[in-house]
């Protein structure tokens, strides 16, 4: 039997949550029912990101299947902001588990508009703020400068009263200092990893990029090394609890990312492939725990 | 046999949440494809035109270059709630894989998935056109359109007569190949136009390469014909949680092959081809 676990004043039913981005819910019961719902395979539900203006997403293809793993260039297609409250919100809530709304902006006052929408709606019980999105002035990734992420987390923090998670980009020089930077700021809590940016060439030889916008992110097995590595770094220096994935396809892996240093894990690319990959999860975790009751 | 086929759009078979661990229990050739045949006593009856993810339950993952990872989408070729059928053509890592799977080799299957074909609008005439592999999805609607009394002319284009045995799958089909080897050399596109001009109170359903689709696309358009398209597209899950496997849409926007389709009605489509991928 899983055990409930506080996470920054929530009281989940277990460790298992979804990676932002990797499991549509609404998609799923207009596939499986409400079975979807009665057997819901995580202790949260984080939403794909939201932006303030509605986006269309990258061209075609954006998938391509890397050894131990893909590479995907979505480019977060999604209603933006007001699409998200009239259409979205209203059936997440109705999921049986508290709702992470997982939000992006280029820019400081973008975030903000979003945290501060998003803080008016008592159905979302977190924020999850996507820091993967690089800046207009800088070009570089929101999430990547310690002094950047950090003045970002600093605007926005008072704006909410809800626990904020920073999700951490892979694609910096020292993700520790960024999460000690979003710790620094108020962060209650940081999410990683997020996918290593990854190229694939074209299949027919020319060099060319195959994925509509040249490059994406890579997950799955293949990167679960590098996870394990970013959610010990980060655990060692910082106090707020770590959500950790990346790659976690089976209770034993969640095991490791916990003996690295994370409360929480999150499935994400495993779930494509089987969608109880969450459930899947979460057994094998409790089977490590209770190998009696297991038995 | 499946449900009967549903009047309009937008009706599937829901799909049990778990992946169901299947045992194969025929691989039979039929020129250049393999149709594997697995016991499904918990598969509940798909709608023709509707799809599966399926991968191989032993060595996925472990080929050459480490894959395949993902699990493949595959349309129904036929079910009928204990046993379905999938048809194969080694094209990659993944079919090369399923095409080695022997009767008791285990398959992983998720489905059915997506929107199905709806029976042809009053009565106008079901014309099926098909392409190579994409075939699969004809065969069932046939099987069901036959079975209520109506119609269904059947066009099929090949390759070469190596892939024209697959016609043997259908009660009854006319060929085109490109290289003259069976049937009429040419292009089933051009089986379509002369069975359209024949008599023009009719529907397509179509599913092919996306060049075909196209061409079946136009050709209805321009002919103010209906016509319902079973589209392919790279996918990572196929229940619309990877967003990989978009296809625009004239209204403005995309819509996500596996769960807004497999199927759609032609006239929602801005276009059966790839940004980019020439006619």
């Known amino acids: ?295 | 046999m499946s449900a009967a086929l549903p009047p309009d759009g937008g009706s599937r078979t829901l799909a049990p949440l778990e992946r169901r661990l299947l045992e194969v229990v025929e691989r039979r050739e039929h020129g250049a494809y393999v149709v594997l045949a697995a016991e499904d006593p918990d598969g509940p009856a798909p709608q023709p035109g509707q799809f599966c993810m399926v991968a191989a339950a032993e060595r996925w993952g472990a080929g050459a270059d480490e894959r395949p990872f993902l699990p493949r989408a595959f349309s129904v070729l036929r079910a009928d709630g204990k046993r379905i059928e999938l048809l194969l053509e080694d094209v990659g890592p993944g079919t090369r894989r399923l095409c080695e799977l022997r009767p008791g080799d285990g398959l992983r299957l998720l489905g059915p998935l997506g929107r199905g074909f709806s029976a042809p609008p009053g009565d106008r005439r079901a014309i099926l056109c098909g392409g190579g592999v994409g075939m699969a999805p004809l065969a069932m609607l046939q099987d069901e359109l036959l079975a209520g009394g109506r119609d269904a002319v059947v066009l099929l284009g090949f390759r070469d007569a190596e892939h024209a045995a697959g016609a043997k799958l259908f009660a009854r089909a006319r060929v085109a190949t490109d290289d003259g080897s069976a049937g009429r050399r040419g292009l089933v596109t051009e089986l379509l136009a002369e069975e359209l001009a024949r008599d023009p109170v009719a529907i397509v359903y179509g599913c092919g390469p996306p060049a075909m689709l196209e061409t079946v696309r136009a050709l209805c358009e321009r002919l103010e014909i209906p016509a319902q398209l079973a589209l392919e597209a790279g996918m990572a899950c196929g229940f619309g949680a990877c967003y990989g496997c978009v296809v625009p849409l004239r209204e403005g926007g995309n819509a996500r092959v596996c769960v807004d389709g497999p199927v759609f009605d032609a006239e929602r489509l801005a276009s059966c081809l790839a940004p980019g991928e020439a006619a």
């Open chain 1, 1 to 295: 039997m899983s055990e409930a676990v506080r996470f920054c004043g929530l009281e989940l039913d277990h460790r298992v949550i979804n990676a932002s981005g990797t499991f549509d819910a609404i998609a799923a019961q207009r596939v499986f029912g409400d079975e979807i719902v009665l057997r819901f395979p995580f202790a949260a539900f984080v939403s794909k990101t939201i932006t303030l203006e509605p986006r269309a997403g990258n061209p075609p293809p954006r998938l391509y299947e890397a050894p131990a793993g893909m590479i995907n260039s979505i480019g977060l297609p999604n209603r933006g902001l007001l699409g998200y409250l009239e259409h979205d919100l209203p059936q997440l809530a109705a999921l049986p588990v508290p709702l992470v709304t997982n939000v992006m902006g280029s820019t400081a006052d973008e975030v903000a508009r979003l945290v501060e929408a998003i803080d008016a709606r008592a159905e979302v019980a977190a924020i999850e703020l996507n820091v993967s999105c690089p800046n207009v002035e800088t070009g570089l990734d929101l999430g990547a400068d310690p002094r950047l992420l950090g003045r970002l987390v600093d605007e926005v923090r008072p704006l909410t009263g809800k626990p904020l998670i920073v999700k951490l980009t892979p694609n910096t020089a020292d993700v520790a200092a960024v999460a000690q930077a979003a710790e620094a700021a108020g962060a209650d809590a940081v999410s990683l990893i997020n996918t290593l940016r990854a190229f694939a060439a074209h299949p027919d030889g020319s060099g060319r990029a195959w994925l509509g916008a040249g490059t994406g992110g890579l997950s799955g097995p293949a990167v679960r090394a590098v996870a394990l590595a970013q959610i010990a770094a980060v655990s060692a220096r910082v106090e707020i609890p770590v959500v950790g994935m990346g790659g976690i396809a089976s209770g034993r892996h969640a095991r490791q990312a916990i003996d690295a240093g994370a409360t929480l894990v999150a499935v994400g690319t495993e779930s494509f492939r089987d969608p109880l990959a969450g459930e899947r999860v979460r057994l094998g975790l409790d089977a490590l725990e209770h190998p009696r009751a297991a038995r």
